[in-house]
T-cell receptor, first 116, second 112 residues
Framework: GENVEQHPSTLSVQEGDSAVIKCTYS??????FPWYKQELGKRPQLIID?????GEKKDQRIAVTLNKTAKHFSLHITETQPEDSAVYFC???????????????FGRGTQLTVWP | NAGVTQTPKFRILKIGQSMTLQCTQD?????MYWYRQDPGMGLKLIYY???????DKGEVPNGYNVSRSTTEDFPLRLELAAPSQTSVYFC???????????FGPGTRLLVL
């Protein structure tokens, strides 16, 4: 099955700096890559996603890039704010047996801390 | 529109007891999922369903069972609870297999 690796496991930045989280995946059939944010004690929530037919997607201070050849994708947060502090998970979706079953394989998460 | 709801929020079980974690969604989503999240770890898929009457195993199905008799409900059954099942359990749903997954608030389970 798919294997998603995520780095770093922890990341501390000063408010206003940029943060970058990187993920790699193993299954070349994967073509959907969402990012989830999980605040302490809360549920994971989708913040941005990218599909394999695009290389980059932006939403205000958040951007995701995808390199299908190298099988890696990254989350970029600019002008970080204390409320960006959370655990961020990347994920990849793979096709199984010819069916789009929509199973997501998650990375282990990155604890981002933004210091004021 | 409540989205995905889960009950209970928190439960303590003794070793060997059984319980059912409830999950309901009101978005008419076909796909539903159960994940567990251990402290400091990511999300691992337990079971999933692509529609009423259809379920399949995920990465860590041992010790659990599911059923899907309606589109809205996807209960997770724990038989003979073990300390290794101490975790936070999230239910999620999506409209299509590759669509956004919406998570419930989670059930925190402690097995002693």
């Amino acid at each position: 099955g798919e294997n998603v690796e995520q780095h770093p496991s922890t990341l501390s930045v000063q408010e206003g700096d940029s943060a970058v989280i990187k993920c790699t995946y193993s299954d070349s059939a994967s073509n959907y890559f969402p990012w989830y944010k999980q605040e302490l004690g809360k549920r994971p929530q989708l913040i941005i996603d990218i599909r394999s037919n695009v290389g980059e997607k932006k939403d205000q201070r958040i951007a995701v890039t995808l390199n299908k050849t190298a099988k890696h994708f990254s989350l970029h947060i600019t002008e970080t704010q204390p409320e960006d502090s959370a655990v961020y998970f990347c994920a990849a979706s793979t096709v199984i047996g010819g069916s789009t079953l929509g199973r997501l394989y998650f990375g282990r998460g990155t604890q981002l801390t933004v210091w004021p | 529109n409540a989205g995905v709801t889960q009950t209970p929020k928190f439960r303590i079980l003794k070793i060997g007891q059984s319980m059912t974690l409830q999950c309901t969604q009101d978005m008419n989503h076909n796909y539903m999922y159960w994940y567990r999240q251990d402290p400091g770890m990511g999300l691992k898929l337990i079971y999933y369903s692509v529609g009423a009457g259809i379920t399949d195993k995920g990465e860590v199905p041992n010790g659990y069972n599911v059923s899907r008799s309606t589109t809205e409900d996807f209960p997770l059954r724990l038989e003979l609870a073990a300390p290794s099942q101490t975790s936070v359990y999230f239910c999620a749903s999506s409209s299509t297999g590759k669509g956004t997954q919406y998570f419930g608030p989670g059930t925190r389970l402690l097995v002693l």
